[in-house]
């Protein structure tokens, strides 16, 4: 009994060394993981965008992407996270709602902005996308959703129109699995404090604008699709518990409510 | 790792082959089971199952080759959950994860060699036992017909 324990140990340890060994090798660069997926990655925002873009209103009023870029430039300086990369897309729409496309598209939506009552409340909505973006969920959403297979052949030109129109909506129109989702939520939240903005805006947005029934229900698409929205603000709030922030405006009262009144009069 | 060895006695032309093809259907479930690792245990169970009542030898080589199975049960169910939820949950494609994946593959292609090896041996009537299964198969797999007369 004794020689089959020993042996069993034995066979564990080996296992493991093994593992350890081939552990000590650059795997994710031998085999071009990260090209890969990039190229991969490209290639769909691509087709997806240009199928957005031929439906949508695209706002390109430079004070207002200005005022947008300075807000994601603040996040993405503050968390190291590589702004050049970012493709930030206003959208003239009366749906509040913003999503990530792969290739890190950021689609934000007119009614959106007007929603939110501070930039505290918008940058939580972006840094929720951003979160999306850094951890690599928009496109494991799509493989679920729609298939590697078709994802794959999508790249390559293979797919119909109706169903990249429909991997397009299930982006825009459905919600991530609660897991990610709430990876994503706790992700922004540290974004937002590293970044010297107070995290409790986005908290309340979110319990707003989700009690708010009074509004036209079909139009709050960013959060009747993320459920229990107000379960996802108590667990923010919750989570910041946790920590401490300084706060800082990043845009002068003046700018936040310029962009506003721009956007109203677009 | 693998001992030629003598056994209890010589098994006849039909006990070797069906030892034999205890090995080959943990070998065919080993093809139809990479991506879906349970499928390995219920095909060699089965198998094990259905010559419970067999000869010793049958018996023994039987349940050799459905310990050999449970090892790379764990080791890949383990990848596939671990690919599983880098695919659609919240993990990445890390470098342990690759690591780990290339080193259920060794030992995949290992224990693949081994059983065509053994199948084969065990189809001429020679006894395999294997290091550390062939050690635990004696534990479990008790020779019933071996008569005392004492």
Known sequence: MQKVIFRTLVIIAFFFSTWFIINQFDWITIFNVKELTSDTEEKLGEIFWEMIERNNDEIDDEDIITIIDTLVSKICTSNNIDQSRIKIHVLDSYEVNAYALPDNHLIIFKELILSCDNESELCGVICHELAHLQKDHVVKKLVKEVGLSVLISTTIGNTSPDIISSSVKTLSSTAYDRNLEQVADLTAVDYMISSDIDPLPFANFLSRTWGDESEIIENLSWVSTHPEANARSEYIISYCEDYSWESVEILAPSTWLKLKSQLKDY | ?150
């Open chain 2, 1 to 150: 790792m693998i001992n030629l060895q003598e056994f209890v006695y010589k098994p006849g032309e039909h006990e070797a082959e069906r030892a034999s093809s205890s090995y080959l259907m943990s070998l065919v479930a080993l093809v139809g089971g990479l991506p879906l690792p349970i499928i390995n245990l219920f095909a060699t169970v089965g198998f094990f199952l259905a010559n419970r009542k067999g000869t010793y030898f049958v018996r023994w080589h039987c349940t050799q080759a459905l310990l050999s199975q449970l090892s790379l049960l764990f080791m890949n169910s383990f990848g596939f959950w671990w690919t599983i939820s880098v695919v659609f949950g919240t993990e990445q494609i890390t470098n342990h994860y690759l690591a780990y994946i290339l080193t259920i593959i060794l030992f995949n292609i290992a224990e693949f060699i081994a059983t065509i090896y053994t199948a084969v041996k065990t189809g001429k009537g020679e006894h395999v036992s294997w290091w550390l299964y062939g050690d635990l198969t004696n534990l479990i797999c008790k020779n019933k017909d071996a008569k005392s007369y004492f």
